[in-house]
Structure formats: structure tokens, C-alpha cells
Nanobody, 125 residues
Framework: QVPLVESGGGLVQAGGPLRLSCAAS????????IGWFRQAPGDEREFVSA????????YYADPEKGRFTISRDNAGNTVYLQMNNLKPEDTAVYYC??????????????????WGQGTQVTVSS
């Protein structure tokens, strides 16, 4: 089990930015592919973005392309999700997840073995 801790959520007005962080204490985190997902009340958990273990490959769901940027600092065992031009429909709990196999571009919940507790993002109109 690799504990993942998300932070950076909060309340923001539409059009504003937020940066989420996903931190781990295990050095093996550096070899994991990381994904961000979100879940709004009553909805399924949906894929947002993913990054390869090296950070050299990134992948986004279509609605997030051009607005969100995923990156990682392996020295600091942290993955970031920079979210710009936020919309009310981005309101959800955001989760980071780790794939120990380091597979790039996985978009399904069951592709990931470890999950954080989530951080709430609320975008007001």
C-alpha cells in the first residue's frame, strides 16, 4: 500500500485557477504512473489526466485539454494538477491514483491500485 495525500482543493470562482498536489512518502512512487480522477455527487468517478513515471508523457480527458496541466517532481515525490479557467462543472472531489506497473495513459479506475482520500474542488458561478 502506498499512501497518497491530495491537497490544494478549495472554493474558487469560475475562471479562476487551482493547483492540486498528490504527495507520497514512498520512493517507489517515482516509478509509478499517476492519474487524476474526479467524482461529483451522484456521478461515476471519471478520468481527468495521467502522467507517466518519468513525466515525459501526459494524457488528458477531452474537456480538460488546454485548461489542465499535469506534472511531477519525482525528487519531491509529488504530482501536480494545475487547473485553469475552472468551470462550475469541474466541481467534484478530486483523487490521485497510482499504477505501480507504470503504464502510460490509463484512464480506467481499475487500472490503478492505490488511491488517495480526495480533495474537494468547488467552482462557483
Amino acid at each position: 500500500q502506498v499512501p497518497l495525500v491530495e491537497s490544494g482543493g478549495g472554493l474558487v470562482q469560475a475562471g479562476g485557477p487551482l493547483r492540486l498536489s498528490c504527495a507520497a512518502s514512498e520512493r517507489t512512487f517515482r516509478s509509478y504512473a499517476i492519474g487524476w480522477f474526479r467524482q461529483a455527487p451522484g456521478d461515476e468517478r471519471e478520468f481527468v489526466s495521467a502522467i507517466s513515471w518519468s513525466g515525459g508523457n501526459t494524457y488528458y480527458a477531452d474537456p480538460e485539454k488546454g485548461r489542465f496541466t499535469i506534472s511531477r517532481d519525482n525528487a519531491g515525490n509529488t504530482v501536480y494538477l494545475q487547473m485553469n479557467n475552472l468551470k462550475p462543472e469541474d466541481t467534484a472531489v478530486y483523487y490521485c491514483a497510482a499504477d505501480p506497473q507504470g503504464r502510460y495513459g490509463r484512464t480506467r479506475v481499475y487500472d490503478y491500485d492505490y488511491w488517495g482520500q480526495g480533495t474537494q474542488v468547488t467552482v462557483s458561478s
